[in-house]
C-alpha cells in the first residue's frame, strides 16, 4: 500500500503527471474531434457503409 502511495503522490507532483494530463487532454481533443466529425458526415458516411453492406452481400 505505501507503494502505491508513493507512485500516485511521484505522479501527482512529477514531470510524470504533467505528461500524462497532456496524454489525456490530446486524447480527450481527439475524441471530440471524432465525434463531431462523424455528426457532421453521419448521412454521407451512413449511406457508403451501406453501399458497401449492399455490395458485399451481392458479391456472395
Known amino acids: 500500500m505505501k507503494k ?4 500516485m ?9 504533467q505528461g500524462m494530463t497532456e496524454y ?3 486524447v480527450v481533443l481527439v475524441a471530440i474531434a471524432a465525434i463531431v466529425a462523424f455528426q457532421t458526415f453521419r448521412k454521407k458516411l451512413s449511406a ?3 453501399k458497401a453492406a449492399d455490395d458485399l452481400e451481392a458479391a456472395k
Open 4 to 7: 502505491l502511495k508513493n507512485l
Open 9 to 17: 503522490r511521484g505522479i501527482i507532483s512529477g514531470e510524470e503527471g
Open 24 to 26: 489525456i487532454l490530446i
Open 48 to 50: 457508403k457503409v451501406e
